[in-house]
């Protein structure tokens, strides 16, 4: 596989990351490569969101490093990490409700560094990002005001507009009609070949991440508990268990 | 932007031409009337730079008027026992930037506090400085310090005109702050501080900023109150005042450009009409209408406007 050979974009390397007498993460190693769609997957609670939260410098890890690039980023700060290129959605979507759809996409276009500088510029990226992003008829609507799935939307706007190498999407379809998963699945791919990007996507939709990812992780209780493509991953013994254990009927 | 913006700025800085033709004009009871609303113009704004942006509920911002307040009296004592005196601007200036370094000092520990926890320790603050004021002696203690004669007096109108131009700069700051990504970075903490920081928000950076640039100018307005009564009291650090910059950019319209100026002088207007009726039944009536506005129009007088605005396609800019 071609693959293999390509660079690492971000290495999880022996990551712990515990709360209490909880192991969120143990000991977890996970690489991206780049250009790749990971599909991240695994029951509720097995520490997708915290894996997330490590490597965008939200959580410090008790254990192991997080190497962006062959960067040691494991102590930086959020805002340090999000400028050197890495855009995160949230599960529970956290628009700033009291600005508009172009000022919220705006703000993370100000602060993403590399191309920082000129207003002008900017705002015209983000009037790109909100054509790709289907947003653009509520542009100077304050953000409160969005449905839900306009707001899944302007997560990924958001993220789109700080420029990122990697984007780590949560949950983006969670909650979606059946038609809406088609949409955002075609958007996503319409945005890895405008950009270029490297993602990790996690999702409980099964027919969305399957179809959308290179190769796919299973957590289960803080471990990895197996990884490969698509079909490898669907016919594993100790994946199928992990989620009739957990998620019996989804 | 959608439709015709009406200027704020401009608004603002015609307004305060306005009156300061009228004080000139005026006589000097009602020069010194307008001198108080000024000042505490120059504190609503100040407080909205910090706590209107970012979101943080500041109840000791007083602290920084009254430090300038101090700066000034107390160098001009020190200055005066070594046969010195300076231009007045430059015993404001001092003013506020003492007052700014020592938001920059406190600021660092505690705003790593948030919400109720931040509040409180404003209010700590306040109460710290003023009780080591009032126990020391080179201080003055509870008597304050008199400057009268050790520094060049002017009458009210000049220090008027100063006041003014205090409050001209804080106007044109706050519309550049309000434009630039300073603005946009404190909206976005006062919207959500952890998605803030995920945008490439440096929001410890950028809350420390705002804090010692409202500083800064609550020095300044203090800087000019001590001229011009030649004194600086602990009374300066009264809470009371910090509750009189809220409400006023609470009626205003908080975080924006406007809503300081419109919320003072209603306030200062309103005030002084209900202190003379009721000496002390004001304070409950003021907090009714407080509780009232904050429930129902929780962007005051500027947030209000806006809304029957758009209906037409406008918007205050
Ligand atoms: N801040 C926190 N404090 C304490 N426990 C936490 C915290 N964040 C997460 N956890 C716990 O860590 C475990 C992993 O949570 P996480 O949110 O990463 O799961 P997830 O895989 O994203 O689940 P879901 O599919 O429900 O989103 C859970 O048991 C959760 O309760
Ligand atoms: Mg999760």
């Excluded at chain 1, 054509?131 to 990924?156: G, M, Q, V, Y």
């Excluded at chain 1, 013994?237 to 998620?247: D, I, N, W």
Aim: charged share 20%.
């Amino acid at each position: 596989m071609s693959r293999m050979n390509r660079e690492s974009m971000l290495v999880v390397d022996n990551v712990t990351k515990r709360f209490g007498g909880l192991r969120a993460l143990n000991k977890v190693n996970v690489e991206v490569k780049r250009g790749e769609i990971l599909g991240l997957i695994g029951p509720n609670g097995s520490g997708k969101t915290t894996l997330f939260n490590v490597i965008m410098g939200f959580y410090h890890p008790e254990e192991g490093r997080v190497l962006l690039q062959g960067e040691d980023i494991t102590d930086l700060k959020p805002h340090q990490i999000a400028r050197r290129g890495v855009g995160r959605t949230f599960q529970i979507v956290r628009p700033f409700g009291d600005m508009t759809v172009l000022e919220n996409i705006l703000v993370s276009g100000l602060f993403s560094v590399p191309r920082g500088g000129e207003h002008r510029k900017i705002e015209d990226r983000c009037h790109e990002i909100l054509k790709i992003t289907n947003l653009t008829e509520r542009i100077n609507d304050p953000a409160d005001e969005l449905s839900i799935a306009e707001k899944r939307r302007l997560e990924i706007a958001r993220a789109l507009a700080l420029d990122p190498q990697l984007l780590l999407l949560d949950e983006t379809m969670a909650g979606l009609t059946h038609a809406e998963v088609d949409q955002a699945l075609q958007m996503i791919s319409g945005i890895r070949k405008e950009f270029g990007l490297t993602m990790i996507v996690v999702e409980h939709v099964m027919r969305a991440i399957m179809s959308i990812s290179d190769r796919i992780v299973v957590l289960s209780e803080g471990r990895k508990i197996a990884e490969g493509t698509p079909k490898e991953v669907s016919e594993n013994e100790q994946v199928l268990t992990a989620y009739l254990g957990h998620r019996k009927g989804s | 932007m959608r439709g015709i913006g009406f200027n704020s700025l401009t608004m603002s800085l015609g307004f305060l031409i306005l009156i300061g033709i009228y004080g000139m004009v005026a006589d000097t009871a009602t020069t010194s009337y307008l001198h108080a609303m000024v000042e505490l113009m120059i504190l609503a704004y100040s407080l909205n730079l910090f706590t209107g942006l970012s979101g943080y509920a500041n109840f000791g911002h007083v602290v920084f008027y009254g430090l300038g307040a101090y700066t000034v009296s107390v160098s001009a004592v020190g200055l005066s026992s070594m046969g010195m005196s300076l231009p007045t601007p430059v015993y404001v200036l001092g003013a506020g930037v003492f007052a700014a370094i020592f938001a920059l000092v406190i600021g660092f520990p505690i705003l790593r506090l948030r919400g109720d926890y931040f509040a409180i320790a404003t209010l700590g603050i306040n109460e710290a400085v003023r009780v080591t004021i009032c126990n020391t002696k080179e201080l003055g203690e509870g008597r304050g310090i008199y400057i009268l004669g050790l520094v060049p007096s002017y009458d009210i109108k000049m220090l008027y005109i100063q006041l003014l131009l205090v409050a001209f700069a804080v106007v044109v700051t706050t519309h550049i702050v309000l434009k630039t990504k300073l603005g946009y970075g404190l909206r976005a903490i006062r919207a959500d501080e952890d998605v803030a920081e995920i945008m490439g928000v440096n929001t410890s950076k950028y809350k420390i900023m705002a804090y010692a640039l409202g500083a800064f100018f609550a020095g300044l307005a203090g800087g000019v109150v001590t001229l011009q009564f030649a004194c600086s009291f602990p009374e300066y650090l009264f809470i009371g005042r910090s509750v009189d910059m809220f409400s006023a950019i609470i009626i205003g319209g908080i975080g924006t450009l406007l809503g300081p100026l419109i919320g003072s002088v209603i306030f200062w207007i309103v005030k002084d009409a209900l202190l003379i009726q009721f000496p002390y039944f004001h304070l409950i009536i003021f907090g009714v209408a407080l509780i009232v506005l904050i429930l129902f129009f929780p962007r005051g007088i500027v947030g209000l406007a806006n809304r029957v605005l758009a209906k037409r396609g406008k918007v205050l800019e």
